[in-house]
């Protein structure tokens, strides 16, 4: 019996997507002051800063992959085409969204949007894999956290609801789609290729990609000071990091059950930015929030518990059967 990967416990599972998901909320708040700091001013200055950013988590990771892990970084060729798709998917086309969405609307809608990856994880999941069906409980779990989401973008202090812009929200809706279905995808393609090499070559060329189309529009060279340099390295280890753990993860659990941690993106985010950024705040929705988050989480974490005791006690009655029987 080989031994068990840290990522297969189940605490490890909750804690790592746990931090994935609180350093993903601070990029939203991070993002926002970057702008501000670097003076952007237009889209293409976005999607340039933006492909700086996965360029060097990009290399991050594959030094890493290199130095440390001692792995051969260099991608096979039957796999460069997957490589490419989630480059795109993940990078180039959801973060050229992502970056001129953020650009266009708060920090904390954006992070409230974001979460809508969710949902469409989990419907995409019930279609292309048999052990990841939608059970009931988990529909309400996923609808109660979804609620909660939706609720914390009501601002009680003014009454007023959100509104909706094709470049701010629909941008932000749109990257998540795009997202979830690499998440997909790469769940899919698991054990078939090396998921930290893949996520460093997807990150720095999906990087470049998004450098090209940002300079080609905007050809102006951002000023970076020491404080927007530093934040610049911080969202590149966030997205080096917090992916390559994230994808490894998918290759011992099920997507549905990992993708409803992400529920806690909009919660970290909008408070960071709440901190971090004058002008957004946060009104008695987001104890609502919170208590619907958390409830979602506990229902859908519960049916997949109980799921795999389930599992677990047929398994031990089975071998128990065929114990008896060899007497």
């Given amino acids: 019996m080989g031994t068990q990967s840290r990522f297969e416990k189940k605490i490890s599972m909750i804690l790592i997507a746990v931090f994935c998901c609180v350093v993903w909320g601070s ?15 237009n889209e293409f200055q976005m999607i340039f800063f933006a492909g700086l950013r996965f360029t060097l988590a990009g290399a991050g990771v594959l030094l890493f992959a290199r130095i440390k892990m001692k792995q051969n970084i260099t991608p096979k060729k039957k796999d460069m085409p997957f490589i490419l798709l989630i480059a795109f998917l993940q990078t180039l086309g959801g973060y050229l969204l992502f970056y001129i969405g953020i650009g266009n609307t708060t ?30 409980k988990k ?20 009454e007023t609801l959100f509104s909706f812009s ?20 790469i769940r899919k393609r698991r054990g078939k290729i090396n998921v930290v090499t893949m996520n460093g070559w997807q990150l720095f060329l999906g990087g470049i990609g998004l450098i090209v189309v940002g300079f080609a529009g905007h050809p102006h060279l951002l000023a970076f000071t020491p404080a927007s340099a ?7 280890a966030v997205s080096g990091v917090a992916f390559t753990l994230w994808f490894t993860l998918l290759r011992y659990h099920n997507a549905s059950v990992i993708e409803q941690y992400k529920f806690l993106v909009p919660v970290s985010g909008s408070l960071l930015s709440v901190l971090m ?11 609502f929030a919170v208590l619907l988050v958390a409830a979602g989480t506990f229902i859908v974490n519960h049916q997949y518990r109980a799921k795999r005791q389930r599992r677990a006690k047929q398994i031990d009655t089975t071998a128990k059967e065929q114990h008896e029987t060899d007497y």
């Fill in 277 to 287: 950024l004058p002008g957004e705040h946060l009104g008695l929705e987001m104890l």
């Fill in 230 to 236: 530093a934040l610049l390295i911080w969202l590149a």
């Fill in 107 to 136: 920090a904390i809608k954006s992070s409230i949007l974001i979460a809508t990856s969710v949902f469409s994880v989990a419907i995409l999941a019930h279609f292309m894999f048999r052990e990841d069906r939608l059970s009931w």
């Fill in 139 to 158: 529909g309400l779990g996923l609808l109660i956290g979804f609620a909660g989401v939706v609720f914390v973008n009501f601002t009680l202090i003014d």
């Fill in 27 to 41: 990029a939203f708040p991070s993002i926002k002051l970057s702008y501000q700091m670097l003076k952007i001013q």
């Fill in 166 to 185: 094709l470049t701010g929200e629909g941008a932000i809706l749109a990257s998540a789609t795009m997202g979830a279905v690499a998440v997909v995808l």
